[in-house]
């Protein structure tokens, strides 16, 4: 029954959100599957703002409290949203053939025996890594128990945005008593829902069989695998990185300006899931600027995106900044002083080299992805480099590594790489999924130019 409780409540919060943003995410052309995914996501993201607006006019959050907001909710979505009918057209069986057919068939097979692998480990294990106990677990299981945010100000990392927290509280709830023996299933579907949005948006960009190859290639990585499996924040973290990134592009690839109303959404969940999210921010900036100038739009269409951009962000955001402020919450450590005696030089080196072994001689990814992501950006480059898509998918990974890379090296962040207790693979599964695409869109020029 706890279990039960645990499931309905994630259903809960989902379908609120299926209501609320389906009439959007039909306009964009999402399936039925990757409006699902996105529903949990942006599900998850309004309990976050049921919290804390709660706790901002004093009122307990309990599960009463929180359920009656989202009844409300509901009930507002299914007034003003009644079913519409998915008009997306079916790829007919008919038109793909017996060798498209096989390889669909057996990627098919490989991720389906990987998402029972992640729901059977993440079902297995109560949480025990200590991220997810300091900064999650403890700090759910503190509102769990007072019905209030105020004690996170003397938890662990109190500055720490509580998108999972909250989601970890909202499913306890629904238990009725607090036992994390389900926590990391909150995980695993999250995983389970990246997929479903990931394969729709390479469909879009690509083709049905190359998109079941981005699948491939996405579920290659162990480090993905993993998080999947435990309660640590970046596999929410990377879903709405990517998925901001993706609207982004999507905005000037299809042309719809809602685009940009649904990359705000995501923009702002990833403020809310990680402090990373911060310097993201000036990423997706600069990428709706490109992408604007890339595809010729006009002055007063980038301008107007860019605002609307940033006031449905902070609009969202803004209720975290009142807690911050309010219980006295730091910045994190962004502006932090290098401890050491390295020079700029030794410094660089050091960088590199961590850079370096994580990307390519490490476990975490698949030996040949880096590799072929390099390989991918030089065919793009030398051969497709009139492709807009592909090019602003390039120069958004190079926009990551630098935010990471300069991160590194001018703020106290490098004395995670000189004391060796970080590892910065983690960072780059934010942006995994655009390499991903990156090299799937290569390959899908190169098929296509045969």
């Given at each position: 029954m706890m279990f039960l409780g645990f499931c309905f409540n994630l259903f809960f919060s989902t379908i609120v959100a299926f209501y609320l943003f389906r009439p959007l995410f039909v306009s964009l052309g999402f399936s039925m599957a990757a409006i699902i995914g996105l529903s949990y996501f942006s599900g998850l993201g309004i309990v976050t703002q049921i919290f804390t607006t709660l706790w901002i006019f004093g009122i307990p959050i309990t599960f009463l409290t929180v359920s009656t907001i989202l009844a409300v909710l509901l009930g507002a979505g299914i007034i003003?949203?009644?079913?519409?009918?998915?008009?997306?057209?079916?790829?007919?069986?008919?038109?793909?053939?017996m060798a498209e057919k096989f390889i669909s068939a057996a990627v098919i097979i490989y991720i389906t025996i990987n998402i029972i692998i992640v729901f059977m480990s993440a079902l297995s294990l109560p949480v025990f890594a200590w991220d997810s106990i300091t900064s999650e677990a403890y700090k759910a299981k503190t509102v769990f128990y007072t019905g209030s945010l105020t004690q996170l100000s003397q938890a662990f990392y109190p500055n720490f945005p509580f998108y999972t927290l909250t989601a970890m509280t909202w499913g306890m709830f629904g238990q009725g008593v607090w036992d994390?023996?389900?926590?990391?299933?909150?995980?695993?579907?999250?995983?389970?829902?990246?997929?479903?949005?990931?394969?729709?948006?390479?469909?879009?960009?690509?083709?049905?069989?190359?998109?079941?190859?981005?699948?491939?290639?996405?579920?290659?990585?162990?480090?993905?695998?993993?998080?999947?499996?435990?309660?640590?924040r970046d596999v929410f973290m990377m879903a709405h990185t990517s998925i901001c990134l993706i609207g982004i592009l999507l905005w000037g690839h299809k042309g719809n300006d809602r685009f940009i109303i649904f990359s705000a959404i995501f923009c702002a969940l990833s403020l809310l899931t990680k402090l990373e999210g911060l310097p993201y921010f000036p990423v997706y900036l600069l990428m709706i600027l490109l992408t604007g100038v890339l595809y010729r739009k006009?002055?007063?269409?980038?301008?107007?995106?860019?605002?609307?951009?940033?006031?449905?962000?902070?609009?969202?955001?803004?209720?975290?900044?009142?807690?911050?402020?309010?219980?006295?919450?730091?910045?994190?450590?962004?502006?932090?002083?290098?401890?050491?005696?390295?020079?700029?030089?030794m410094r660089f080196a050091m960088i590199s080299e961590r850079f370096y072994n994580e990307l390519f001689l490490w476990g975490n990814w698949n030996i040949l992805f880096w590799p072929m992501v390099m390989?991918?950006?030089?065919?793009?480059?030398?051969?497709?480099?009139?492709?807009?898509?592909?090019?602003?998918?390039?120069?958004?990974i190079l926009f990551f590594f630098s935010v990471y890379w300069l991160t590194f090296f001018c703020t106290g962040s490098f004395n995670s790489i000189r004391a060796d207790w970080c590892s910065i693979s983690r960072y780059f599964m934010h942006f995994y999924?655009?390499?991903?695409?990156?090299?799937?869109?290569?390959?899908?020029?190169?098929?296509?130019?045969?």
């Open positions: 003003n949203n009644p079913l519409l009918v998915q008009d997306r057209t079916a790829v007919s069986g008919s038109n793909i053939s994390d023996q389900y926590m990391h299933l909150i995980f695993a579907l999250a995983f389970l829902a990246f997929t479903f949005i990931f394969f729709d948006v390479a469909r879009v960009i690509t083709s049905r069989l190359i998109a079941y190859i981005a699948l491939l290639l996405l579920f290659s990585s162990n480090l993905l695998i993993i998080h999947s499996t435990l309660s640590y006009t002055f007063k269409n980038i301008f107007n995106a860019l605002i609307r951009f940033l006031c449905i962000s902070f609009i969202i955001y803004f209720p975290f900044q009142i807690f911050k402020f309010t219980v006295g919450a730091g910045d994190g450590g962004w502006a932090a002083h290098v401890v050491g005696r390295e020079g700029p030089m390989i991918s950006s030089l065919i793009l480059l030398v051969v497709y480099r009139k492709d807009k898509l592909g090019v602003l998918l390039l120069i958004s999924p655009l390499a991903v695409l990156l090299i799937s869109r290569v390959l899908f020029l190169t098929y296509e130019s045969r």
